[in-house]
């Protein structure tokens, strides 16, 4: 029986922990999204140009791409599935005659994504918040509701040098379901190799993120964000306002089961 208790108290040790992308790892704060997306419009028009590419009238580019990708969006609000923008993006220049290689096509995406890149912030400790969690055994992942392609997100995350940190990486539009679907969380569970209880989850959304991971049995960190202005945190999630106060939380978290098991 005492065996019994005691591994029923121990559970609870955080093995791995699983942080949403945006507004978590990367802050891109509220955004004009029509200023980004020209943006990006005109980085990837001067592209393909560049390559020889016809293009035609920017203005029709550009409002061509934008029709695509909001009736894209139109319809994932719909079917609760996340689509992948860089194939949406390559499927409409295939069709007006646009000719490019798979590097070619993945450099068309970055410039899409650049505008955005170029005003994300993340914490100026961050590496060494990560290493910290590492450095305990700890496994790290990504989870992340996302239509923008995982090569734009991890050549981001790369190039900020903290992409190797995360050995498992889902992005939403490589499944046919996304956040707060449990089968998001368990994907990502499965893939850690951790179970629930054992398991972390740091975001910035209270639906779909921090409730969706309590009630599949993960503890939970809301961080402090304008997602999550003026909104009440559920009973037993703990808010944080940088992610550098993580190490500590998660060593009380720990320490306590040890204590609690060794006492027994």
Not at 85 to 102: F, H, N
Not at 123 to 138: C, M, R, S, V
Not at 219 to 247: C, F, M, W
Request: glycine share 6%; aromatic share 10%; with cysteine.
């Amino acid at each position: 029986m005492d065996a019994l208790y005691a591994q029923h108290n121990t559970q609870h040790e955080i093995k791995a922990v699983l942080f949403d992308l945006g507004e978590t790892i990367l802050n891109f704060g509220k955004i004009n999204v029509m200023r980004l997306f020209r943006e990006g419009a005109r980085l990837s028009y001067d592209y393909l140009k560049s390559c020889g590419q016809s293009v035609g009238n920017f203005e029709y580019y550009c409002w061509r791409n934008l029709i695509s990708l909001r009736i894209s969006h139109f319809i994932s609000g719909i079917t609760k599935k996340d689509f992948n923008s860089m194939a949406l993006l390559r499927k409409v220049g295939t069709k007006k005659g646009i000719r490019l290689d798979g590097r070619q096509w993945r450099h068309f995406a970055d410039l899409w994504y650049e505008p955005l890149r170029k005003i994300a912030t993340t914490e100026p400790d961050i590496k060494q918040t990560l290493t910290a969690l590492k450095n305990t055994g700890l496994k790290l992942g990504i989870v992340s509701n996302t239509f923008v392609n995982g090569h734009s997100l991890e050549k981001h995350l790369e190039q900020i040098g903290i992409l190797d940190f995360f050995t498992v990486r889902l992005y939403s539009y490589e499944f046919d379901f996304r956040k707060p679907n449990p089968q998001m969380f368990k994907a990502a569970a499965e893939k850690i190799g951790e179970t629930a209880e054992n398991i972390l989850f740091i975001g910035d959304r209270l639906d779909k993120d921090i409730k969706p991971a309590k009630k599949l049995g993960m503890q939970a960190v809301l961080k402090a964000a304008y997602t999550n202005i003026a909104k009440k945190t559920p009973d037993g999630t703990r808010k944080i306002n940088h992610l550098s106060e993580l190490p500590a939380i998660i060593e009380k978290i720990n320490s306590k089961n040890i204590t609690m098991a060794d006492s027994i």
